[in-house]
């Protein structure tokens, strides 16, 4: 029999069951509600990890493909040499190579950017700001542009966003890690959990299992009615835990109404998808570490 | 009686591989065998073997170690000097599955019966065949035939818990030939039922033997051995000192 046939028999041993197996080996109590709660608040977590794993992957993503596109020239010149500058910076980017577009920001505009931080009632005709040119590039070289206007317009300075842009993308990617990290973590968690209440059955099924020893029963037998019994409870409880985590982050504020890095945690498009993995997925831990815990046991009798 | 309708049915194949391979092949063997429970020893080197279809009883003093030879002829316990061998394995080196197997073979009464509380008799005498997965319709009705002749029928959704020590013990017995094994290993069968029931058990046992069974019996019930000896050739051996020796004729 192949690895995938035998997979596949040991997934419908697992969901037609044997009563006969299952009625020889008593439920032990308080190890169905450890398991189905534990199954249930991981996969709820689960959820919440999955959700941040993905919103920071797409924001990281995004602050480097906008920030990677987009630069600014700041002309810092005297009030009479201003504009003419300016138009000097403008002449040269549009025979620069990957420019898509080039605009000066107009003085209203510069006021909008400063208003949060100096208020409404800036007199900004009266203060010595720079003019700011915004350029949207498309695989533009920004090191050879830096070089043109240095010579050509010494007054103008491009602005990549290098700077404060390498930071932002690298904490986003932690954050993505650790989004990760918190999932690994979470399945390790339910494996020690399952673990636990599994070990917490078989030593209070002693006598069950050294019956079944004596009269011939093979350890495929035995562990086979205590692994199906815990996977079936994590499965059970990983679905309920991974719907009500499903529905708490589609109550979320939507961005829309809210803005901000924290209404972004939601899925979005195909993940809304992946919480459908994570029943199957605790089923899984919980039939390795069931099956572990019951073979180690076992060893224990002859 | 319809059980040993049954019994037989279900050794008719044991009965003509018996006669294919004859008497006199060697189903268990102990061979220098000895067991000390954390260092102090209760068996040391003892030689014994059980050929197909023999008979045996084993008696000797209370704490002899009568228990502890038989858990190494069922493979419950492994020797630690010597060796074992169960229908050709040596005990000691047998793979879990293996075991298993070689306990399919052998079925035994204990003496405290060992049975599943929670479960109804009917199914605690079925569990080396759904154990085994060897349970079918006509094992159905071998269990139930089982039950009558040990008197048990009205007692097959009962409870271990609620029985007397008689019927567990009958129980126990029924339990120990459902699978049709080719060696009976028995602890002391007959200290919990009263005389009559005794020599039904004997009679059973005699009967099974006569079928090619392999029957091993530790006893302190002389009477029963005297009483066994019009109906079967049994070889009577005494445990003591932690030494195996063949019973003289007083017995």
């Given at each position: 029999m192949s690895a995938a046939q035998r997979a596949l028999a040991t997934v419908l041993e697992l969901l037609i069951g044997d009563r006969q197996a299952d009625r020889a080996v008593p439920p032990t109590g308080f190890t169905v509600w450890l398991t189905v709660l534990t199954a249930g608040a991981m996969a709820f977590l689960a959820v919440f990890a999955l959700a941040l794993t993905l919103a920071t992957g797409r924001l990281a993503d995004r602050w480097a493909d906008s920030l990677a596109q987009a630069v600014t020239i700041r002309i810092s010149a005297p009030a009479e040499q201003r504009q003419a500058q300016t138009d000097a910076v403008l002449r040269i980017l549009e025979t620069t190579?990957?420019?898509a577009s080039a605009r000066a920001l107009q003085t209203t505009e510069q006021a909008a950017l400063l208003e949060p931080w100096l208020g409404p009632d800036l007199p900004i005709d009266r203060l010595p700001l720079p003019r700011l040119v915004e350029v949207v590039g498309d695989d533009l070289d920004a090191q050879g542009l830096r070089l043109r206007l240095a010579a050509e317009v010494p007054g103008a300075i491009l602005d990549d966003h290098t700077r404060w842009r390498a930071p932002l993308v690298e904490a986003a990617s932690r954050l993505r890690l650790l989004g990760w990290t918190a999932l690994i973590l979470i399945a390790g968690m339910l494996g020690a959990m399952v673990t636990l209440g599994a070990q917490a059955a078989l030593a209070a099924n002693t006598e069950v299992i050294r019956v079944l020893r004596l009269v011939g029963a093979r350890d495929a037998y035995v562990a086979r009615a205590f692994t199906r019994r815990f996977t079936l409870r994590a499965l059970t409880g990983a679905a309920g835990g991974a719907l009500l985590g499903t529905l708490a982050v589609a109550a979320l504020p939507s961005t829309d109404a809210a803005g901000g890095f924290?209404?972004?945690l939601s899925f979005a498009g195909w993940g809304?998808?992946?919480?459908?993995?994570i029943p199957p997925f605790a089923a899984i831990t919980a039939f390795a570490a069931t099956r572990r815990a019951a073979l180690r046991a076992l060893a224990r009798f002859e | 009686m319809s059980a040993h309708d049954c019994v037989a049915r279900a050794a008719g194949a044991e009965e003509a591989a018996r006669e294919r391979?004859?008497?006199?092949?060697?189903v268990i063997e102990l061979k220098g065998a000895g067991y000390s429970y954390g260092g102090d020893g209760i068996l040391g080197g003892v030689n014994l073997r059980l050929d197909g279809g023999s008979f045996h009883f084993l008696t000797g003093p209370s704490g002899a170690g009568k228990t502890t030879l038989l858990k190494l002829c069922y493979g419950e316990l492994k020797p630690s000097q010597g060796q074992v061998d169960l229908f050709g394995h040596d005990s000691r080196t047998i793979d879990r599955d293996g075991l298993a197997r070689v306990r399919q073979r052998i079925g035994v009464v204990h003496q405290d019966c060992r049975f599943l509380d929670h479960l109804p008799m009917a199914e605690n005498l079925s569990l080396p065949l759904t154990a085994s997965g060897r349970e079918s319709a006509a094992d159905a009705d071998s269990l139930r035939q089982l039950l009558a002749w040990v008197g048990l029928s009205h007692r097959a959704?009962?409870?271990?818990?609620?029985?007397s020590g008689g019927e567990r013990q009958r129980a126990a017995l029924a339990r120990a030939i459902i699978m049709d094994p080719e060696v009976i290993i028995a602890d002391e069968p007959t200290g919990n039922i009263d005389w009559e029931m005794s020599q039904r058990l004997l009679t059973l046992l005699a009967e099974l033997n006569r079928l090619g069974k392999t029957i091993l019996v530790a006893t302190h019930d002389l009477a029963l051995i005297r009483a066994a000896k019009s109906q079967v050739a049994a070889r009577v051996l005494r445990l003591a000192g932690g030494q195996l020796q063949l019973a003289g004729s007083d017995l």
């Amino acid at each position: 029999m192949s690895a995938a046939q035998r997979a596949l028999a040991t997934v419908l041993e697992l969901l037609i069951g044997d009563r006969q197996a299952d009625r020889a080996v008593p439920p032990t109590g308080f190890t169905v509600w450890l398991t189905v709660l534990t199954a249930g608040a991981m996969a709820f977590l689960a959820v919440f990890a999955l959700a941040l794993t993905l919103a920071t992957g797409r924001l990281a993503d995004r602050w480097a493909d906008s920030l990677a596109q987009a630069v600014t020239i700041r002309i810092s010149a005297p009030a009479e040499q201003r504009q003419a500058q300016t138009d000097a910076v403008l002449r040269i980017l549009e025979t620069t190579p990957g420019v898509a577009s080039a605009r000066a920001l107009q003085t209203t505009e510069q006021a909008a950017l400063l208003e949060p931080w100096l208020g409404p009632d800036l007199p900004i005709d009266r203060l010595p700001l720079p003019r700011l040119v915004e350029v949207v590039g498309d695989d533009l070289d920004a090191q050879g542009l830096r070089l043109r206007l240095a010579a050509e317009v010494p007054g103008a300075i491009l602005d990549d966003h290098t700077r404060w842009r390498a930071p932002l993308v690298e904490a986003a990617s932690r954050l993505r890690l650790l989004g990760w990290t918190a999932l690994i973590l979470i399945a390790g968690m339910l494996g020690a959990m399952v673990t636990l209440g599994a070990q917490a059955a078989l030593a209070a099924n002693t006598e069950v299992i050294r019956v079944l020893r004596l009269v011939g029963a093979r350890d495929a037998y035995v562990a086979r009615a205590f692994t199906r019994r815990f996977t079936l409870r994590a499965l059970t409880g990983a679905a309920g835990g991974a719907l009500l985590g499903t529905l708490a982050v589609a109550a979320l504020p939507s961005t829309d109404a809210a803005g901000g890095f924290l209404t972004g945690l939601s899925f979005a498009g195909w993940g809304w998808l992946l919480p459908l993995l994570i029943p199957p997925f605790a089923a899984i831990t919980a039939f390795a570490a069931t099956r572990r815990a019951a073979l180690r046991a076992l060893a224990r009798f002859e | 009686m319809s059980a040993h309708d049954c019994v037989a049915r279900a050794a008719g194949a044991e009965e003509a591989a018996r006669e294919r391979r004859g008497t006199g092949y060697t189903v268990i063997e102990l061979k220098g065998a000895g067991y000390s429970y954390g260092g102090d020893g209760i068996l040391g080197g003892v030689n014994l073997r059980l050929d197909g279809g023999s008979f045996h009883f084993l008696t000797g003093p209370s704490g002899a170690g009568k228990t502890t030879l038989l858990k190494l002829c069922y493979g419950e316990l492994k020797p630690s000097q010597g060796q074992v061998d169960l229908f050709g394995h040596d005990s000691r080196t047998i793979d879990r599955d293996g075991l298993a197997r070689v306990r399919q073979r052998i079925g035994v009464v204990h003496q405290d019966c060992r049975f599943l509380d929670h479960l109804p008799m009917a199914e605690n005498l079925s569990l080396p065949l759904t154990a085994s997965g060897r349970e079918s319709a006509a094992d159905a009705d071998s269990l139930r035939q089982l039950l009558a002749w040990v008197g048990l029928s009205h007692r097959a959704h009962a409870l271990p818990p609620e029985l007397s020590g008689g019927e567990r013990q009958r129980a126990a017995l029924a339990r120990a030939i459902i699978m049709d094994p080719e060696v009976i290993i028995a602890d002391e069968p007959t200290g919990n039922i009263d005389w009559e029931m005794s020599q039904r058990l004997l009679t059973l046992l005699a009967e099974l033997n006569r079928l090619g069974k392999t029957i091993l019996v530790a006893t302190h019930d002389l009477a029963l051995i005297r009483a066994a000896k019009s109906q079967v050739a049994a070889r009577v051996l005494r445990l003591a000192g932690g030494q195996l020796q063949l019973a003289g004729s007083d017995l």
